[in-house]
């Protein structure tokens, strides 16, 4: 197993413990010199908080353990593509790469609806890596709204 692969399943580790709050499984790790320095796991229902996206959650811890908001010269590992407002932090940390389990379709702002990573007006772009473990990433999500359609029957 290679090291982007060993990275994200600590990100789909991360998922799984969303899914066991019931909420979406998203989750996502930042590495930094080869060393995971940050996880996060989307809270939103249970923090009943629109920021509460597991990308956002570990941005905050990786800036807390590294002292700066800078995150130059780290990668973040992330189940789901990310959206608009993620993809916005992720620029605004300067985080050198993205690499990402499942595209999102739907919402999705790094490629799929829009590319906010790579906008060459902005004064960063993030190097991006996509289709990582794609098939455990899209089948525990997919997975999920199976479920929680069957529960609302």
């Not at 060993?6 to 010199?33: Q, S, T, Y």
């Not at 995150?71 to 959206?83: A, S």
């Not at 932090?89 to 379709?105: E, F, H, L, Y």
């Not at 960063?124 to 529960?151: N, P, W, Y």
């Amino acid at each position: 197993m290679d090291s982007e692969e060993k990275f994200m399943k600590a990100a789909l580790r991360e998922a799984k413990k969303a899914e066991k709050i019931e909420e979406v499984p998203i989750g996502c790790v930042i590495v930094h010199n080869g060393k995971i320095i940050a996880r996060g796991y989307n809270r939103r229902n249970i923090d009943k908080n629109t920021l509460a996206h597991a990308e956002l959650s570990a941005i905050k811890k990786a800036s807390k353990k590294l002292g700066d908001w800078r995150l130059e010269g780290c990668t973040m590992y992330v189940t789901l593509e990310p959206c608009q407002m993620c993809a916005g932090a992720i620029v605004q940390s300067r985080m050198d790469k993205v690499v990402i389990g499942a595209m999102n379709p739907k919402a999705g702002c790094a490629g799929s609806v829009l590319n906010l990573l790579q906008v060459p007006a902005f004064n960063h772009q993030v190097a991006l890596e996509t289709g990582i473990l794609e098939a455990e990433c899209s089948s525990m999500l997919t997975d999920f709204f199976k479920a929680l359609r069957e529960k609302k029957k």
